[in-house]
């Protein structure tokens, strides 16, 4: 397999293992943020807007990762032949159901 050349390359298991990586620092930062406020900073506190920075932006990727394992789940499936028949004429795969069961 090739390497993704974009983000719209990227498969469904190369996005899982992103978002398997990224949730547990988008948890940190949630953590850091709450004890920030918990202990009351002033809101123009430099460590506490740098903070919220970080938390908005890696949530931003969580959430673009999010659609891009959609978007990957979409494309996987259309790849994949709906019906039992696709690829070949209906009626021939039909004909060819009887003959089995017959």
């Known amino acids: ?8 390359d990227l498969t469904v298991e190369q996005c899982q293992v992103l ?5 547990p620092m988008l948890l940190y930062l949630r953590k850091m943020l709450n004890r920030i406020h918990q202990l009351q900073f002033p ?17 931003n990727l ?13 494309r996987e499936q259309a790849a994949k032949p ?3 028949w696709e ?3 209906r009626d021939t795969y039909w004909e060819s159901r009887q003959k089995r069961k017959g």
């Open 1 to 8: 397999m090739r390497p993704p050349e974009n983000s719209r």
């Open 19 to 23: 978002l398997e990586h990224i949730g």
């Open 43 to 59: 809101a123009d506190d430099q460590l506490r807007r740098e903070v919220q920075e970080a938390y908005n932006a890696v949530h």
């Open 62 to 74: 969580r959430v673009g990762l999010h659609y891009m394992t959609c978007n990957a789940m979409k």
């Open 82 to 84: 709906r019906r039992p």
């Open 87 to 89: 690829g070949q004429d």
